[in-house]
Antibody
Framework: EVQLVQSGAEVKKPGESLNISCKAS????????IGWVRQMPGKGLEWMGI????????RDSPSFRGHVTISVDKSISTAYLQWGSLKASDTAMYYC?????????????WGQGTLVTVSS | QSVLTQPPSASGTPGQRVTISCSGS????????VYWYQQFPGTAPKLLIY???QRPSGVPDRFSGSKSGTSASLAISGLRSEDEADYYC?????????FGGGTKVTVL
C-alpha cells in the first residue's frame, strides 16, 4: 500500500526558513515523480512542482519558482519542500503528491497535508 | 484565475445526474490526459478519474470522465449525499501541471 506521511504542522515568523518532509513507502520511491501541492485557506489546489528521485530532475510551476526548493533523500525515501524566507502569504496546507512513473501521469496518491502558518 | 476553467458550483437532488465541465486549451487538455480529484472539507484530495476516463479501484462506477478537444467533463450519475464535496480537474500544461479552480457539488 502506498503511504505518504508528512511532517507535522508548523508555526513560523516572516523571514524564517522552513523545511517540511514527506516519507514515502509501499512503492519504488526512485521511479515515481513526487512533489507538492498548495492549498491556501478556503481556496483551490495549486501545483508547485515535482522531482524524479532517481536523478533529481525537476519540473516546477512558474508561480513558485525561486521561492521554494523541492528535494529528495533517496536513502530514506523522503521528499522535502524548503523555504529560505517565509512570507505571510505562504500560510497554507501543503500536500505531498506522488505522480506516476511517466511525466504525463499526474497525482495518484496524496499525503495527509502539513499546515504551515506564517505570522508575526 | 485558473488556467483550467470549472464552474464554481453544481447541485442536484439524490439520484440525479450532475456534470462538471473543465475547459482548457490545446496546451493542456488538448494534448494531455485529464485527471479528476474529489476533496471533502478538512481532508486530502483523492484521485477519482485518471487518463481522461479511467477509474481507480474502489471508485464507484457512478463517476465517469470524458474528454473532447480542449474540454473535459466529470459526470456523477445516481447522485448520493456522500458525493457532496469539491471536485478538481487537472492536466499538464507544457512543463508544469495546472488545476481547475474547483467545483463544489451540493446535494439538495
Amino acid at each position: 500500500e502506498v503511504q505518504l506521511v508528512q511532517s507535522g504542522a508548523e508555526v513560523k515568523k516572516p523571514g524564517e526558513s522552513l523545511n517540511i518532509s514527506c516519507k514515502a513507502s509501499g512503492y519504488s520511491f526512485t521511479t515515481h515523480w513526487i512533489g507538492w501541492v498548495r492549498q491556501m485557506p478556503g481556496k483551490g489546489l495549486e501545483w508547485m512542482g515535482i522531482i524524479y528521485p532517481d536523478d533529481s530532475d525537476t519540473r516546477d510551476s512558474p508561480s513558485f519558482r525561486g521561492h521554494v526548493t523541492i528535494s529528495v533523500d533517496k536513502s530514506i525515501s523522503t521528499a522535502y519542500l524548503q523555504w529560505g524566507s517565509l512570507k505571510a502569504s505562504d500560510t497554507a496546507m501543503y500536500y505531498c503528491a506522488r505522480h506516476g512513473i511517466h511525466l504525463g501521469e499526474l497525482v495518484t496518491h496524496w499525503g495527509q497535508g502539513t499546515l504551515v502558518t506564517v505570522s508575526s | 484565475q485558473s488556467v483550467l476553467t470549472q464552474p464554481p458550483s453544481a447541485s442536484g437532488t439524490p439520484g440525479q445526474r450532475v456534470t462538471i465541465s473543465c475547459s482548457g486549451s490545446s496546451s493542456n487538455i488538448g494534448s494531455n490526459y485529464v485527471y479528476w480529484y474529489q476533496q471533502f472539507p478538512g481532508t486530502a484530495p483523492k484521485l477519482l478519474i485518471y487518463r481522461n476516463n479511467q477509474r481507480p479501484s474502489g471508485v464507484p462506477d457512478r463517476f465517469s470522465g470524458s474528454k473532447s478537444g480542449t474540454s473535459a467533463s466529470l459526470a456523477i450519475s445516481g447522485l448520493r449525499s456522500e458525493d457532496e464535496a469539491d471536485y478538481y480537474c487537472a492536466a499538464w500544461n507544457g512543463r508544469h501541471v495546472v488545476f481547475g479552480g474547483g467545483t463544489k457539488v451540493t446535494v439538495l
